[in-house]
C-alpha cells in the first residue's frame, strides 16, 4: 500500500531542512500549497459532480442530458459556469447587507470545511485530528447558518419560510448523523479520521462487515440522513421550486447562487465520502485473507479505492434522489423523530453491546 | 397506503413502496432512451406522423389550380381569426352568372392554434394540414402566408409528407447521424 506520507514528508524536509527555512515560513508555505490544492481538487470534483448528476438524472428520467457543447456534452458544465461568471451581481433593497453577503461564504467555508477530512490515501488527510469525527459534525453545521442567514438577509419572505425550513431539517437530521457517527466510533474505538480507516484495513475488516447488524442500520440511516444534511432531494425542502420557486437562495443571483449550487454539490461528495470513510473503508482495500487476492487488491492505489466507493455512493443518492418526490414538511420532520432517530438511539444500544461481548468480527 | 398500520406496519409497508420506486428507475436507467436528438436527426431518423398539423396549405389539383370558392366558411370557423379572405364579385362574360373570385387568402400561422376546425368547415376540400412542421423565422410578420399565391410542394426536410423515418422508439438517434 503506497503511503502519501511520504511526499508530505520529504517536502517538509525539502523546506525545512535542504532549503533551511524557519519553521513558520515552511508551515505558512504549506499550508498555502495545501490550501490551493483543497480548492482546486473542490473545484474539480464539483465539475465532475454536476456533470455526472445532469447525466445521471437524465438516464433516471429515459432522456439523454446535454449533448450540445462539447462531445457527449461533456463541456456543458464549463458553459454554465461561464454564464454564471458573467451575471449581474446585484442587491436586494433594504436587506440585511452584510448577512446576505456572508451567508454563501458560510455555507462554503462548512462545506471546503469538511471536505479537507476526506481521507485520500493511506497518509494523505488534509484534518486529521484526534476529535476528526466531532469536528466534522461541527463544522458541517456552520452550513445551517448560511443557509439560514441567506434566508433571513434577503429581505424577502418566502426565502425567510424556506430557509427556517431547510435550517429546521438539517438541525433535526444532524442528530441521526451524529448518532451514526458515533456507532462507528464506538466500533472503532478512535475518534481520529486516519485511527478509523486503519482500523478497517485488513480482511473482512470494513466496518459494515466488521460491525455487521448495526453497522448496515448505521450506514443506511446515515445515507438518509447525509442527504437531508445536503438538501437533496427527496429532502430538497430547502429550494422547493414548485412551491417558493426556488427557497432560501432566490434572491441570490450569479455566483452567490452559483456558491450555494456548488456547496450542494460538495456536500453530496463530502457525504458520500464519510459513508465511504467510515463504513466501507476509505482507501482501504478489500482484502479476503487470501495472500495472492489481497497483494493485487493492495496494489491498487488507496486514492482509487476511495474515489471509487464514493462515487459509487454519490450515484446511489442520485439514484434516490431522482426516485422519490420531495417530502412534505411535517412527514420529513416525522421521519427524523419518530423513525430515524430512536432507531439510530436503539442501534447505539446494539453496537455497544456488540462490542461489550466481542460480537464484532 | 391505508394508515390503519402499526408503527411497524407503517415502516415495512414504506420499504416496500419506496424499493418498488427505485426499482422502477432502475430499470428506466438502463432501457433505451426516447429522446430525439433533433437537428442530427432530421434526415436520417426523425419521424413526423402524416396527420401532424403543422401548417395549413391549399390543396392544388393536377394543374395546380385551387378548389377555393372563397365562401369564407373556414374563416368564420376559425376562433382566433387567423384566416382573412378577400374576394369579389365577378360575373362570367359566357354564362352571365355571378360569382365569388378569390384575390387573397391570407392565413398566419403565428396566429394558428392547429385546431383544424377551419379544415372541417371547408365544403369544398380546399384546405388541408401538412406535417411540414419547421416554422421558426425571426420575424413573425415572415407567419402570415398567401396560401392562394404559394404552390406548396414537399416539405424543407427530404420525405417529410410520407412521414420522414419510419417510426422506431427506443433508438439512440446521435451516432447514427
Ligand atoms: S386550425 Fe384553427 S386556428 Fe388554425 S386557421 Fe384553422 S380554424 Fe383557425
Ligand atoms: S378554404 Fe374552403 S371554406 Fe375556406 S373559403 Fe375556401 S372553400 Fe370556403
Redesign the interface.
Known amino acids: 500500500m503506497f503511503d502519501f506520507s511520504i511526499v508530505t514528508k520529504w517536502f517538509d524536509a525539502l523546506l525545512s531542512q535542504t532549503l533551511g527555512l524557519p519553521s513558520f515560513w515552511t508551515i505558512l508555505i504549506e499550508c498555502v500549497l495545501i490550501g490551493l490544492l483543497v480548492l482546486t481538487a473542490y473545484a474539480l470534483i464539483c465539475i465532475v459532480l454536476i456533470f455526472m448528476e445532469r447525466k445521471v438524472c ?7 442530458g446535454p ?1 450540445r457543447v462539447g462531445p457527449w456534452g461533456i463541456f456543458q458544465v464549463f458553459a454554465d459556469v461561464l454564464k454564471m461568471l458573467i451575471k449581474e451581481i446585484f442587491t436586494v433593497d433594504k436587506s440585511d447587507k452584510l448577512l446576505y453577503a456572508i451567508a454563501p461564504f458560510l455555507v462554503m467555508i462548512a462545506s471546503v470545511g469538511t471536505f479537507s477530512f476526506l481521507p485520500w490515501n493511506k497518509g494523505m488527510h488534509i484534518l486529521d485530528f484526534n476529535v476528526g469525527i466531532f469536528l466534522v459534525t461541527a463544522i458541517s453545521s456552520i452550513g445551517v447558518l448560511g443557509v439560514f442567514l441567506a434566508g433571513w438577509g434577503s429581505n424577502n419572505k418566502y426565502s425567510v419560510v424556506s430557509a427556517m425550513r431547510a435550517a429546521v431539517q438539517m438541525i433535526s437530521y444532524e442528530v441521526s448523523l451524529g448518532l451514526c457517527l458515533i456507532c462507528a466510533v464506538i466500533l472503532t474505538g478512535t475518534m481520529q479520521m486516519s485511527g478509523i480507516i486503519e482500523a478497517q484495513t485488513g480482511p473482512w475488516k470494513w466496518l459494515i462487515i466488521q460491525g455487521h447488524i448495526p453497522a448496515i442500520i448505521a450506514f443506511i440511516v446515515f445515507l438518509i440522513a447525509g442527504n437531508a444534511e445536503a438538501n437533496r432531494g427527496p429532502f430538497d425542502l430547502g429550494e422547493a421550486e414548485s412551491e417558493l420557486t426556488a427557497g432560501y437562495h432566490t434572491e441570490y443571483s450569479g455566483m452567490g447562487f452559483g456558491y450555494y449550487y456548488l456547496a450542494e454539490y460538495l456536500n453530496l461528495f463530502v457525504i458520500s465520502g464519510l459513508a465511504s470513510a467510515v463504513f466501507l473503508g476509505g482507501w482501504a482495500p478489500l482484502n479476503v485473507g487470501i495472500t495472492g487476492f489481497d497483494n493485487l487488491m493492495n496494489m491498487i492505489p488507496g486514492f482509487v479505492w476511495f474515489f471509487g466507493k464514493t462515487f459509487m455512493l454519490v450515484w446511489i443518492l442520485m ?2 434522489r ?3 418526490p420531495r417530502l412534505r414538511i411535517d412527514n420529513l420532520l416525522k421521519l427524523e423523530w419518530k ?1 430515524l432517530m430512536p432507531l439510530m438511539l436503539f442501534v447505539l444500544v446494539l453496537t455497544t453491546c456488540c462490542v461489550a461481548f466481542g460480537l464484532t468480527f | 397506503m391505508e394508515n390503519n398500520k402499526s408503527y411497524f406496519g407503517e415502516i415495512g409497508a414504506a420499504i416496500k413502496t419506496l424499493a418498488t420506486g427505485m426499482k422502477v428507475t432502475l430499470i428506466e436507467y438502463f432501457t433505451p432512451k426516447v429522446t430525439e436528438q433533433y437537428p442530427e436527426n432530421r434526415k436520417t431518423t426523425l419521424h413526423v406522423a402524416q396527420r401532424h398539423r403543422g401548417r395549413l396549405v391549399f390543396k392544388r389539383n393536377e394543374d395546380e389550380s385551387h378548389n377555393c370558392v372563397a365562401c369564407t366558411m373556414c374563416e368564420k370557423a376559425c376562433p382566433n381569426d387567423t384566416i382573412k379572405i378577400t374576394a369579389h364579385m365577378e360575373e362570367d362574360p359566357e354564362t352571365g352568372r355571378k360569382k365569388k373570385k378569390l384575390d387573397d387568402y391570407q392565413y398566419d400561422l403565428g396566429d394558428c392554434m392547429f385546431c383544424q376546425l377551419c379544415v372541417n368547415a371547408c365544403n369544398f376540400d380546399a384546405i388541408e394540414f401538412t406535417n411540414d412542421f419547421e416554422n421558426s423565422v425571426f420575424d413573425r410578420n415572415k407567419l402570415v402566408c398567401h396560401l392562394d399565391k404559394e404552390v406548396y410542394k414537399g416539405g424543407s426536410l427530404p420525405n417529410i409528407l410520407d412521414g420522414g423515418a419510419p417510426l422506431t422508439i427506443g433508438k439512440f438517434n446521435t451516432k447514427t447521424k
Request: net charge positive.
Open positions: 437524465a438516464y433516471f428520467q429515459c432522456r439523454v449533448m439514484w434516490v431522482w426516485t422519490f423513525y
